[in-house]
């Protein structure tokens, strides 16, 4: 299966996204993901080969396929393929109809010709139902009727009741050629004011894909072997290629620091506008800035493996899931139209019936068709979710699915892992104690086993006690939650881990690590750690909000208790093995929604059982492919935020859709009951999206924690 992935351009609501998706669907492909926030769709195909013949099925449905960043450059649009453009058009056609509201101060009498007005009213009627016509006909064709056809048969029949009237004269009573393009001219201007607001929502991500798109200093060599500068599209870059990066530009791809040092700037990836120091051998992230100095760097990932890549990716697989909230809306979305112009006839008929007159029984059931609004519903839940993710993403908070989100606002207790979470998790070897008085030899036996291990713990014994003597094991494992245990080329057994090796060899069981040879213990290392400087007020945080915290650790009873004091941690459970975690995350979980935060191995399958699993982003790849929440290079410090953009995203969806509801609800019957003109309903039924859109974009400056 070959994953595509194209931009659709002409996508207006939920209801074009469907129609994309169901043709996809007809022509066999899976996995089908269509964003009609920004275009963008995404599916599998077993034939490559169809590929023109999908673009060519996708285009006679109205839409635009763009391929690559390239083919977008190349189109230009003229006036009138856009809303904008459309709008400009058809205004001034619009307002000289709308003259004849002034005939009591300027004599206008030529205005009320009907052959006057329908020569006014022409230009804008062909661009209408070129646009608006054209696109109902073909999600007629496809079986997924869209908005568009309701717009279409409003501003159609006003047109064609008043060229009735027109032709065989029958008076002003027929004249109703400001009505058509009063309608499609509003029309225009709402889905202007709709995408201009809507794109809004995407401004964070689009920030965050702008910055892959740099010049950079590509450094070459020519036949002298003198070094040539080479200024290159970041998008050209290769894995091993050279760059020189210069004070003030941006990283233009993963690199890693060969020579020189600077201060970066990491707020793109982390929130956080503090300058962070690097030198050589440091890795800096592309999209990132250099705020002072220069450096000479080997790219290490280019392209679609950067980090900054993957980010994207990751925010735009969320924001084409659907959380479980907008599947009503869905499912209502889908029989609005056919039910909006059963609504519609029924108005017509029984206005009708009730007034005796046909024509102003007509302006109802054109005001009905004409406020109706499906794309509220549609866009509810996209436009939160973009605003959600894109502010998650800006302040270093990643979130795998939309789900999550959802869920956020349930989390009655967080469980912490200790080492390397709420600690730096940087260790340092404090003191050692060898029994057989050798502490070269020591030193080489600890070196040789801890550097098989992926604890942090073994990482700082191993920077501390780097040997020479290197031991060659004849088979080594690592026993989680214990230690690593060997077996050297004489046959001789070792052992180093936690406290649990030592029982029943020594009292003290204080100790960090401890080292047996053959079942006799030849010493003990200790090692510190620092709480990380955030930890203290995360907690408090989580307290203040009513959420219960707990410790979950592998360390031993006293020190696990000592770091709960310091930072007021509710419970604590301690010396436990990884099954024992999962044993107790999935207890846990049961009592109440919990959220597990971890960055180690030992913690993957904790974090996989909890309601919700939240890494740190430096930790193990195995810790973060089970999360699904990843705070991006400051430790805990946007946990805070990450639970309260989860709950105020979950909110604002409702809120999206309450409103998309009641407005539908309350807005059709009054139509239908005379109280609003088909031109008055136009302007409406624009303006509903727009207010959907600010509700959403406020979740980029809303307080969430």
Request: glycine fraction near 6%.
């Given at each position: 299966?070959q994953?595509?992935?194209w931009k659709?351009?002409g996508m ?10 169901k043709?996809?669907e ?7 993901r269509v964003?009609p926030?920004?275009?963008?769709v995404s599916f599998?195909t077993?034939d490559p ?11 006679g449905l109205g839409?635009?396929v ?11 649009k ?5 809303h904008?453009g ?7 056609f ?5 003259l004849?509201m002034?005939?009591k ?9 009907p052959?006057?007005?329908l ?10 139902m070129?646009?608006?016509g ?5 999600s007629?064709?496809?079986g997924?009727?869209n908005?568009?056809v309701?717009v279409?048969l409003?501003s ?5 009741y008043?060229l ?10 027929f ?5 058509t393009?009063t309608?499609?001219t ?6 202007y004011?709709?995408d201009a607001?809507v794109q ?5 991500l689009?920030?965050?894909a ?12 020519d ?6 500068i080479?200024?290159?599209?970041s ?13 003030g530009?941006q990283?233009?791809a993963?690199v890693k ?8 700037n990491?707020s793109l990836?982390t929130?956080?506008?503090m300058?962070?120091?690097?030198q050589a ?8 800035l250099?705020e002072?100095g220069?450096?000479r ?7 679609d ?12 697989k969320?924001?084409n ?6 599947q009503?809306a ?6 609005f139209?056919p039910?909006?112009?059963g609504i519609?006839l029924?108005t ?7 007034l005796?007159?046909f024509?102003?029984s007509?302006m ?14 549609g866009l509810?839940t996209p ?9 998650a993403a800006?302040s270093g ?7 999550t ?5 349930t989390?009655?207790q967080?469980v912490?892992?200790k ?5 730096t998790g ?12 050798d502490?070269e030899?020591f030193k080489?036996?600890?070196?040789s086993l801890?550097k098989?291990?992926a604890h ?7 920077k501390?006690?780097?040997?020479k003597k290197e031991?060659?094991w004849?088979k080594?494992?690592?026993?989680k939650g214990?230690g ?6 004489q046959?001789?057994?070792y052992?180093?881990?936690s406290?649990k090796?030592a029982?029943?060899?020594?009292p003290?069981?204080t100790?960090?690590v401890?080292?047996?040879?053959n ?7 200790d090692?510190?750690?620092?709480l990380?400087?955030?930890a203290?007020d995360?907690?408090r945080?989580?307290?203040?909000s ?11 009873v006293?020190k696990?208790n000592i770091v ?20 107790k ?5 049961k009592?109440?929604p ?7 191995i030992n913690?993957?399958p ?5 309601t ?13 492919q089970?999360a ?7 430790g805990?410090?946007n946990?805070?935020?990450a639970l309260?953009?989860g ?12 409103w998309?509801f ?7 019957p ?8 088909p031109?008055f ?7 509903s999206?727009?207010?959907l859109?600010i509700n959403s974009?406020?979740?980029?400056v809303k307080?969430?924690?």
């Open positions: 299966m994953t595509v992935q659709i351009e207006t609501c939920s209801h074009c996204a469907l129609t994309i998706n043709f996809l007809n022509q066999g492909q899976k996995n089908i964003n926030l920004d275009g963008d599998e077993n080969a169809l590929k023109d013949q999908l673009i060519r099925g996708i285009e839409y635009s763009v391929q690559s960043a390239d083919d977008q450059q190349k189109k230009s003229r006036l009138l393929d856009t904008l459309r709008f400009l058009f058809c205004l001034p619009m307002l000289v109809l709308m004849h002034l005939e101060w300027i004599p206008l009498h030529w205005l009320m010709n052959w006057v007005q020569v006014l009213s022409l230009p804008v009627f062909v661009v209408g070129k646009y608006f054209t696109s109902a006909v073909k007629l064709r496809n997924v009727p908005m568009n309701l279409t409003g159609a029949a006003a047109f064609v008043s009735t009237g027109t032709i065989f004269n029958l008076g002003p009573d004249q109703f050629y400001e009505t393009a309608i499609i509003l029309v225009f201007l709402g889905n004011l709709e607001t809004s929502t995407q401004r964070a689009k920030k965050l702008g910055s892959q798109k740099v010049m950079a200093n590509m450094i070459a060599f036949g002298d072997h003198q070094e040539v080479l200024p290159i599209e998008t050209h870059l290769k894995t091993g290629d050279l760059v020189l990066i210069k004070n530009e990283v233009p993963d620091i060969l020579w020189g040092d600077a201060q970066v990491e990836l929130g956080e506008s300058p962070v120091f690097k051998k440091d890795k800096l992230t592309g999209g990132t250099i002072s220069t450096v760097a080997q790219v290490t990932a280019a392209g493996d950067t980090v900054l890549s993957g980010i994207l990716h990751l925010i735009r969320a924001q899931e659907k959380p479980p909230v907008q009503l869905d499912k209502i979305s889908g029989i139209v039910l909006v112009i519609a029924v017509l008929i029984a206005n009708w019936f009730f005796g007159e024509t102003p007509l109802r059931s054109i005001a009905v068709l004409v406020i109706a609004c499906p794309c509220a519903m509810a436009a939160a979710l973009a605003v959600g993710l894109g502010r800006r908070v990643l979130f795998r699915n939309t789900t989100l959802d869920i956020f606002k989390i009655r967080v912490f892992d080492t390397g979470t709420l600690t940087n260790f340092r070897v404090a003191s050692f104690h060898d029994i057989a008085n502490p030899e080489a036996i600890a070196w801890e098989y291990a942090p713990v073994a990482a700082g014994i191993v501390a006690f780097k040997s031991i060659r004849k080594i494992a690592e026993e214990v690593i245990r060997a077996e050297d080329a046959g001789n057994n052992w180093i881990g406290h090796i029982t029943g060899l020594t003290d069981l100790h960090n401890y080292l047996l040879k079942g006799l213990l030849l010493g003990w290392i090692v510190e750690d620092e990380r400087p955030e203290k995360v907690v945080y989580l307290r203040k009513g959420v219960k915290t707990i410790l979950l650790s592998g360390d031993t006293q696990s709960a004091k310091e930072l007021g941690i509710d419970e604590v459970y301690a010396e436990q093995s990884p099954d024992q975690k999962l044993e995350i999935a207890a846990l979980s009592q109440m919990t959220a597990m935060v971890g960055d180690g913690d993957a904790a974090l996989a059982k909890a919700i699993g939240i890494s740190l982003s430096e930790a193990s790849q195995l810790a973060v089970q699904q929440v990843i705070l991006m290079n400051q805990l410090k946990l805070p935020l309260g953009l709950k105020h995203t979950s909110l604002t969806i409702r809120q999206n859709l309450f998309a009641i407005y539908n609800i309350v807005a059709i009054v139509a239908a009951l005379g109280f609003l003109t031109a309903s136009a302007l409406v039924m624009g303006l999206d727009v207010v859109a974009v406020r979740l980029f307080k969430v924690n």
